[in-house]
């Protein structure tokens, strides 16, 4: 309580968002605390006004949360991933008229995404959004979870109505992140931001480094830029000769690959007819190394250069074999 009717005075909160059930990756970590942490949502709800979501993991959380009058409900990562478990709670809300946001799954599967939400839609759902909070990576990286903006550009592409809210807390996983994370997904044109708040973030009983007090919050939220989604009509002509200039070179980009493939088909032909494998290595890694430099010289950003070779290559060595595996022509 003490925790929400600061955020209410921050006066920046649209809805108020707690977990009481829980999914903790190890067991013996607070779990949530159930039933009983209902009631103090309808409290939090009654004390400030604010709507307020909490997680559903099962049928019986759904007929619960309904029960105490939850507001907005979302389904988490670790349900997202099984299509048995959404169509259970699917199940579960038909004939409810409330509104559902779905995480992304913990894996980066965009289709496994988009089935969750076409599993609610078709249950009778209308009021749907998604959660974009980031992806389980393999290795150590500096965020808690690797956001992969694409697949939720993609998916922002695909169905524009949608609504599309950043998760950057748990993104994170450290408070130090947080502000651009929410940038980024402010800048993407997400919809709105989900952001894990506590009185005394250190003593908070999941998660603590991702948590900032309500008056952290506050600032943070102050200092970002909200952009507005269109163009205004005076940069109307400009935005339109920019564009096209934009048009001409990414022409230009794709008849340069196209020219670089029918040269990597000669050598593949060479190769074919003198049993030379495709992949060259040393060639290979000159052209990375090369690359990489003129990249840098352009203010290219590094990444971009390198993966770029890298599809380029793979692509290259492709249509290397599809050439070298047809039938030898005799001279
Ligand atoms: C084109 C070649 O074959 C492969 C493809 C390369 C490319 O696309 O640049 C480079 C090295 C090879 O792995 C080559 O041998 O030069």
């Not at 997202?80 to 004939?95: H, R, S």
């Not at 402010?186 to 603590?208: F, T, V």
């Not at 032909?269 to 000159?286: G, L, P």
Request: no cysteine; proline share 5%.
């Amino acid at each position: 309580m003490e925790t929400t009717t600061q955020i209410k005075a921050e006066g920046f909160a649209n809805v108020l968002r707690a977990g009481v059930w829980k999914p903790r990756t190890r067991p013996g970590s607070f779990e949530g605390v159930g039933e009983p942490a209902l009631a103090w949502m309808q409290e939090a709800h009654k004390e400030t006004g604010l709507p307020v979501a909490v997680e559903v993991a099962t049928p019986q959380h759904i007929e619960l949360a309904l029960k105490y009058g939850v507001n907005i409900l979302w389904i988490g990562a670790r349900t997202t991933v099984n299509p048995f478990n959404v169509q259970e709670l699917a199940d579960a809300l038909k004939g409810v008229d409330v509104p559902v946001l779905v995480k992304n799954p913990v894996n980066p599967d965009l289709q496994l995404w988009i089935g969750a939400l076409e599993r609610l839609n078709q249950a009778g759902i209308k009021k749907l959004g998604a959660i974009h909070r980031g992806f389980s990576n393999a290795q150590e990286t500096k965020y808690r979870n690797s956001p992969m903006w694409h697949i939720a550009v993609e998916l922002k592409t695909m169905f524009p109505q949608l609504p599309i809210i950043g998760d950057p807390s748990h993104m994170a996983g450290k408070r130090q992140y947080l502000f651009e994370l929410a940038q980024r997904a402010l800048d993407l044109n997400y919809d709105g931001l989900i952001i894990e708040s506590h009185r005394d973030p250190d003593k908070a009983w999941s998660d603590a480094a991702q948590q900032l007090t309500p008056k952290a919050l506050g600032e943070m939220l102050e200092a970002l830029s909200v952009r507005s989604k269109e163009y205004g009509t005076d940069y109307q002509s400009e935005l339109e000769v920019v564009r096209a200039k934009i048009d001409n070179l990414d022409r230009e980009l794709l008849e340069n690959l196209a020219a670089r493939m029918s040269l990597v088909e000669r050598l593949a032909e060479y190769k074919r007819d003198n049993n030379v494998s495709a992949y060259q290595v040393d060639r290979f890694r000159e052209i990375l190394k090369t690359r990489a430099g003129w990249g840098k010289s352009m203010n290219l950003f590094p990444d971009l250069v390198d993966e770029l070779f890298k599809l380029i290559h793979m692509e290259s060595i492709r249509k290397q074999t599809e050439v070298m595996n047809q039938p030898k022509v005799s001279a």
